[in-house]
């Protein structure tokens, strides 16, 4: 993955938002889906900061979000991706302080079918004020700070692998139909092909009867 930073000078106390996509094409309305759910759930709660992960995603949504658009990580999808890379986004999404976070992705649902879906990701004051993480030890603000990380680099993660096996299906999904239509195209051009030449040779045969 790779880093490009626009702008980190937005406040604290706000909504985030992280759209998880790639870089590749040929894989139907996916990425186009993905965007119309972030443009929704934008235009109902507003977002504050947002991250995007793949180029695909940005050049949908960086108009709709405008001055909320902080960063996005590029190369994504041309290989598989690994905890690292989960774990480099996290990092910079907790690089800002924010209240609540979301992180929308496509789910895997099976072969032919995939559904946009919302993670919520708990903020660092959320964590400390679940009375369960003080179950089993003392919890200070710095082990809060690494199980906040530890968690939201599972969630990327996990909302990575979901992302490329829905991309996967979709792709897999299209070049059947573009496969079948082509087909359909081939055949169609050779009725016309055949119609045509049986005409002229018609023609000719009546030319030569004639004459």
Do not use: W
């Amino acid at each position: 993955l790779q880093l490009k930073l626009v702008d980190q000078s937005s406040g604290i106390n706000a909504e985030y938002g992280v759209a998880i996509s790639s870089d590749r094409g040929l894989c139907g309305g996916i990425h186009s889906g993905l965007g119309r759910t972030f443009k929704a759930m934008h235009a109902e709660n507003p977002i504050k900061k947002m991250i995007i992960v793949g180029d695909k995603a940005k050049a949908i949504l960086v108009k709709t979000v405008g001055d909320a658009y902080l960063c996005t990580f590029n190369n994504v999808g041309k290989k598989q991706s690994s905890f690292t890379d989960a774990l480099n986004i996290a990092e910079e999404i907790l690089a800002h302080d924010f209240d609540s976070a979301d992180v929308v992705f496509n789910n895997y649902i099976n072969v032919v079918s995939y559904k946009p879906t919302i993670k919520p990701v708990p903020s660092a004051t959320n964590i400390e004020s679940n009375d369960a993480v003080y179950t089993y030890d003392e919890v200070d603000s710095e082990v809060v700070r690494c199980f906040q990380e530890f968690s939201l680099a599972n969630i990327i993660h996990h909302a990575l692998k979901e992302q490329e096996a829905s991309e996967q299906s979709a792709r897999m999904n299209a070049m059947e139909n573009a496969t079948r239509n082509a087909g359909e195209m081939i055949d169609k051009l050779q009725l016309q092909y055949n119609r045509t030449r049986q005409a002229v040779i018609t023609r000719e045969l009546i030319e030569i009867i004639s004459g």
